[in-house]
C-alpha cells in the first residue's frame, strides 16, 4: 500500500493536460512497462498502445530499465498483480488527459469481469504456496512499484 501511495504520489507532478508533460508521463511508463511485462507477461500487454501513443506525440520509446531476472512464478504473479493494477489507476488517469491527446494506453483498462478473473487465478495460483509464496509475490509486486518509480525519475533526470 505504501509502495502504491508513493508511486501515485510521484506520478502526480506530471501534467496531462500539457503534450510534453503528458510524453514524458508516458515515456516513465514506458521505462517500467517494458522490463514488466517481459517478466510479468500479461495475457493483454498494454506496450502496443503505449508505443501507438508515443508515436502520435512525435516520442520513440526510451531506454528500458532493468528488471531482475530468474525470478519464482510467485514474484512473477506479484509483479502482474502491481501491473495489472496499474489499469485501474490508468482508467482515472485517462479523464485528466488534455482533449486531443492520444489515450490509448491509459483506456487499455479491464474489461467486464477480467479484474475478478485475474485475481481468482491469482488467488488459485498462490493456493497451497504458504508464507514463502505469498513473500515472494509480496516481493514481485514491491519490485514492480520500485520500477514505476524509477521510471519517473530516470525521465526526470532525462528531462532536467
Do not use: C, T
Request: charged share 20%; net charge negative; proline share 6%.
Amino acid at each position: 500500500m505504501a509502495n502504491h501511495q508513493r508511486v501515485d504520489e510521484i506520478y502526480s507532478d506530471f501534467s496531462l493536460g500539457s503534450p510534453a508533460e503528458y510524453a514524458a508521463f508516458l515515456k516513465a511508463h514506458a521505462r517500467a512497462l517494458m522490463p514488466l511485462e517481459k517478466l510479468a507477461q500479461p495475457d493483454s500487454p498494454r506496450l502496443p498502445q503505449l508505443v501507438e501513443d508515443l508515436a502520435v506525440l512525435g516520442e520513440a520509446l526510451p531506454e528500458p530499465l532493468a528488471a531482475e531476472a530468474g525470478v519464482s512464478e510467485a514474484f512473477r504473479w506479484g509483479a502482474l498483480y502491481a501491473l495489472e493494477g496499474s489499469r485501474l489507476g490508468g482508467a482515472m488517469l485517462e479523464r485528466r488527459v488534455a482533449p486531443g491527446l492520444p489515450r490509448a494506453y491509459l483506456k487499455a483498462g479491464h474489461h467486464n469481469g477480467s479484474w475478478i478473473a485475474f485475481q481468482q487465478a491469482l488467488d488459485a495460483a498462490a493456493d497451497g504456496g504458504g508464507q514463502e509464496w505469498i513473500d515472494s509475490a509480496v516481493q514481485g509486486a514491491e519490485a514492480a512499484f520500485a520500477l514505476f518509480a524509477a521510471g519517473a525519475a530516470a525521465e526526470r533526470l532525462n528531462n532536467g
